[in-house]
């Protein structure tokens, strides 16, 4: 008797979170995978740069040690090692306007005995002054954080804002309440151990999307690279067929769709999706020179363009999130600024290096209230038919916890149908 197929149109994390969640369940489902362009991974992707002759990666992408689904999806395909993480949660910054660093070290547990010491916490604050961030962990309707807590003064400028910057990927007065409420409860709030900061050290792809496609083979998966879904068919309640333009699928009466693909063309694929409007950007920088043997591993930057600063054994790389009005910036005053700014951070003397800037014109949703409220959830009108993405009502900004939470989602809920 022929096994129920799932088809998974999008390889991004979601669809890959999906696929690994399906595969796992050993031999109950044949699972096919498409994506329109020529490599897995969507946004959370290494490529090799010409222009530098190295790998580097789309973006920069930085989890929590609280980013307990992400670290599941590695530990399933075995990639648990992939992630550099300090033994503490540590966080350093410099103010390019005073010159000031500093280190933010929260205690392991969840009392935050940490905001006492001044070793600890950011310069020039005082522990009644985090007392704020508990406004956001308050029950009740979506709101502006503006409206929640102040949005000025040290504290915010120097941690609070490049923490909430980070994470919504919108100015952080104007974000959802929920939305970063989310955020905190699950890191911060539980304590350093919650908050270690964790990045791919090799690459994204070697540590989130290689070893996914080598354990979905492994299992019998199907994956289809450079097939775009063009238009889905629908009969009698249920998703019928998948036509990619020169190749077409019937999906059979125990047969299920997952699409995993962006809010815009999931709304043309299925008419009546909601999915949020407008979108922020992300601006990334690449710059071949290894970074001074003392450097931190990540630092954020305050007052400056730059706002975080990854560095890596061959190359040092920046991100500067809400990023929409650096978008007609030209791109080589955007590196010459940046490289100014790392100068003052690392002490290199160097000149300009070789360099690359990547602009994300549409990174995330914008992380408002208005936005949050029109994400659609994983379940829809068909029976046999599932929506996954970063942008879907996984109760967090668009993230890669948030990407993988919706894949597992999807997942979970053909597996309940079937």
């Not at 992707?45 to 222009?51: G, K, L, P, Q, V």
């Not at 580097?56 to 999806?73: F, Q």
């Not at 949005?151 to 919504?168: D, M, N, S, T």
């Not at 360099?355 to 829809?380: H, L, S, V, Y």
């Amino acid at each position: 008797m022929a096994r129920p197929v799932v088809h998974i149109a999008g390889a991004g994390l979601a669809g890959l979170a999906a696929a690994v969640k399906l595969a796992g369940r050993g031999s109950v489902f044949d699972i096919v995978i498409y994506d329109a362009a020529r490599q897995a991974g969507g946004r959370c992707r290494s490529y090799f740069d010409s222009s530098l002759g190295m790998v580097i990666d789309n973006g920069n992408h930085l989890l929590l040690s609280g980013n307990l689904a992400a670290r599941r999806y590695l530990d399933a395909i075995g990639a648990s090692d992939a992630l550099s993480a300090p033994a503490r949660a540590e966080f350093s910054f410099l103010d390019l306007e005073t010159n000031e660093r500093w280190r933010v070290r929260p205690n392991d547990g969840p009392l935050p005995w940490w905001i006492f010491f001044r070793n600890r916490r950011a310069p020039h604050t005082n522990w009644r002054d985090y007392l704020t961030l508990a406004r956001l962990l308050v029950p009740g309707a979506d709101r502006p954080i503006k409206q929640a807590m102040p949005c000025q003064g040290g504290l915010y400028e120097r941690l609070w804002r490049p923490f909430l910057l980070a994470a919504l990927n919108t100015e952080p007065s104007e974000g959802s309440t929920r939305l970063a409420g989310a955020v905190v409860r699950e890191t911060l709030a539980k304590g350093g151990r919650a908050c270690r900061p964790m990045f791919a050290a090799r690459g994204l792809s070697a540590a989130f999307v290689e070893p996914a496609l080598l354990y979905l083979k492994m299992r019998g998966a199907d994956i289809r690279l450079d097939h775009r879904l063009r238009a889905v068919s629908f009969s009698a309640g249920r998703a019928s067929g998948l036509d990619f333009g020169d190749a077409t699928a019937t999906l059979g009466p125990a047969d299920h769709l997952i699409l995993a693909v962006p809010p815009q063309i999931a709304q043309d694929l299925l008419p009546g999706t909601g999915a949020p409007q407008t979108s922020r950007a992300i601006v990334n920088a690449h710059f071949k020179i290894a970074p001074p043997a003392d450097f931190p591993a990540i630092l954020g930057v305050v007052n400056g363009l730059t706002e975080w600063i990854f560095s890596f054994p061959d190359r040092i790389s920046v991100t500067i999130s809400g990023a929409d009005r650096l978008l007609e910036a030209p791109r080589e005053k955007l590196a010459a600024d940046i490289w100014s700014e790392i100068q003052r951070a690392t002490g290199l003397g160097a000149a300009l290096p070789p360099w690359q800037i990547i602009k994300e014109k549409r990174a995330t949703f914008a992380a408002t209230p208005e936005e949050n409220a029109r994400r659609p959830g994983a379940k829809t009108a068909y029976n046999n038919l599932a929506l996954a993405g970063d942008w879907t009502a996984t109760g967090l900004p668009a993230t890669i916890e948030g990407a993988i939470r919706s894949g597992n989602c999807a997942a979970e809920l053909i597996i309940n149908r079937a």
